[in-house]
């Protein structure tokens, strides 16, 4: 803007926000409380404020205005009018600059001083106080921008939810280290869309990559101050905008170009989104959008005390579900990002928190309830994190029906099981098919479940299987951040070690971990550098670590432990995609833990006898078989016909001493693979009726069908049974059909050229096979 623009026109009061249409631009901001709402213009540097411009019109409480002189590229932000009384939930102040909450694209960075806060700092009245300092010089500025992006090519990969695989990532660190990357693309959303970072993806195999936040978010002063800096960003102020420091061109196209790029490697792009709380803390927190805005609309507030702010997530406040405009400002968000940068699905961070209705938490509240009748949001993928920090907040297992859940209780069992927990027979079982005993009551699928064992909060692998206890000396809060109770075992020895045995055994640990994850019926998450070694060190809570601590040291993956590691991950996903039996959409229909009934799924203790009910919780147990029956998956593919698999045996043993496991089949079989075992994803021949499990281990074996036969599994015992009409001795033909809960089964006759005659088949039914 080269000079002081004269046309103001009334505009519209939708779409809210900054919109370009070509000729001009609309702004709209919704401020129920407000009396009078100001338009600031600044120059291309933003620290000098050019013009200021009454939104004049105001329709259903909300304020807008049409500038036909103005550009894309245009900084603005905007002071707004009205009561400052805290204790009445109001805290306006005109003196702060603040972001509009639809703004599509955010510059600069905050220099914090007290100017930020609509109070005096220091004050003994506190919040009380009233602040005249202007903010606007060290604050960011919204940017009007220019949505054109050429999307032409560009296909959504629609993976379905059983054949996913999710890679958690920082968009920062992934490539921050990354030797092969351009330097100045490092870090950025663009070092994300080269060739190596993509090759690296595709070789491993995932399906969708899962961003740690990055909305604009804030560095919270206090850890500036201390010389930190919010690495994850979990404390977002801009739900429409990509955050400004992952940019090496300082243009939204950058974001849309990496998502374009995963699309062609057929990698779908999940973001993790925080619609919880912002970044402006509880009420001594800063004024930078909401609070000024419409504090009462915006934050659920106590009801005996509006000063205060209702906080179920440890972050200060609580956006208010309530109100339909923050309803629409988030589904507006949300429709956003998936129709203009065509993102594939959304990991809510505290998302029960979303679910509030009151206090309680309510899987039919109204976000629910807009996600499930919206025609693009119920389209895509929606993951919960299913818990906040309030009371009742752990709501693992009850999100409705459309939404996936990370699934803490699968990490913790799987933790403990492998750290040599015992009495977790019963619930491990659980987990390794899909955690039935969570979802399936809801008419959920196994894919519903979220599997993981590592993310970004806690240990790193290589940390869980190398510390007991937190290292967090470095956030600077005295070790008292972060959880102390993490389900990890250092394998003997505290941190770094040069003890061969304990390393090998760290190593092995390792691959048990990533064999129970990605053999598990449900949806995998790794977190990114897991397949080779990546460290903290120990810190369990690097939030504010944005160094070399956090960032993946490339360097690791050319180690020959890691390289091994990253091979046997890459093998276990490329295993998974090709076996439907590894990835079922349908929970098991034989045997539940505890019942009768067992056909596509038999549970066996080493001796080959099938596990009983009494058995699941023997403390003493830790030690079993899992065998899946490729013939009865009872699944189609997409074109409509019928999938069928091998045989699978998986072996697991926590003890510390070696198992001998009886083979529940006769003939050769081979073996996938063995975590105790060097070179553990070679396949070889296994003709020996017993194997050999090594302490602390698990193995893969399977038997592989040949065509028209079944191999159809009992207790010690199996028969092979040609399908189809036989003809016998004699002239006589056999029929046999696999259709073991039939309760009657007709067979059509035809001779040539008469009519068909139907006869009741009176079958002799033999392990299921009329």
Known sequence: MSKALTAVWPGKPYPLGATWDGEGVNFALFAEHADKVELCLFDGSGRHEQQRLELGEQ????????????????????????????????????????????????????????????????????????????????????????????????????????????????????????????????????????????????????????????????????????????????????????????????????????????????????????????????????????????????????????????????????????????????????????????????????????????????QLGAFMDIIHQDPVLSQVKLIAEPWDLGDGGYQVGNFPVGWTEWNGKYRDVVRDYWRGEGGLMGQLAYRLTGSSDLYQHSGCRPYVSINFITAHDGFTLYDLVSHNDKHNAANGEDNRDGDSHNRSWNCGVEGDTTDPEVLRLRQRQRRNLLATLLLSQGVPMLLAGDEMGRTQHGNNNAYCQDNELSWVNWELAWMSDNQELLEFTRRLIELRNQHPALRRRHFFQGQRIRGAGVRDIIWLHPDAGEISDQDWDHHHARCFGLYLVGEALEEQDGLGQWAKDDDFLLLLNAHHEAIRFTLPWKGDCELVLDTALPGCGTVRQVSDPSYDLAGRSLALLTQRRSAGQVAVPLLRRRYFMPFGAQVLEGGRVRFRLWAPAAQRVDLLLQKAGLAPASCRWNPEKRAGTN
């Open 59 to 362: 329709t259903d409480q909300i304020w807008h205005a049409y500038l036909p002189e103005l550009r894309p590229g245009q900084l603005y932000g905007y002071r707004v009018h009205g009561p400052y009384r805290p204790e009445e939930g109001h805290r306006f102040n005109p003196h702060k600059l603040l972001l509009d909450p639809y703004a599509k694209a955010i510059v600069g960075a905050i220099a914090w001083s007290d100017a930020q806060f609509g109070y005096r700092i220091g004050s003994p009245r506190e919040d009380l106080s009233f602040s005249r300092r202007d903010s606007a010089p060290r604050m960011f500025k919204c940017q009007v921008i220019d949505p054109g992006f050429d999307w032409q090519g560009d296909r959504r990969p629609n993976v379905p939810w059983h054949q996913t695989v999710i890679y958690e990532l920082h968009v920062k660190g992934f490539t921050r280290l990354h030797p092969h990357v351009p330097p100045e693309m490092r870090g950025t959303y663009a070092g994300l869309s080269t060739a190596p970072v993509i090759d690296h993806l595709k070789r491993l195999g995932v399906t969708a990559v899962e961003f740690l936040p990055l909305q604009t978010f804030v560095d919270d002063r206090h850890l500036l101050d201390r010389g930190l800096k919010n690495y994850w960003g979990y404390n977002s102020i801009g739900y429409f905008a990509p955050d400004p420091r992952y940019s090496a061109s300082g243009r939204v196209d950058e974001f849309k170009q990496l998502v374009k790029t995963l699309h062609a490697a057929g990698i779908e792009v999940i973001m993790d989104v925080v619609y919880n709380h912002t970044a402006e803390g509880n009420h001594l927190g800063p004024t930078l959008c909401f609070r000024g805005i419409d504090n009462a609309a915006y934050y659920r507030l106590m009801a005996s005390d509006p000063r205060y702010y209702m906080d179920y997530t440890g972050c200060g406040n609580t956006l208010n579900m309530m109100h339909p405009r923050v309803l629409q400002l988030i589904m507006d968000s949300l429709r956003y990002w998936v129709i203009e940068m065509h993102v594939d699905g959304f990991r809510f961070d505290l998302a029960a928190a979303l679910a509030r209705e009151l206090h309680e938490v309510d």
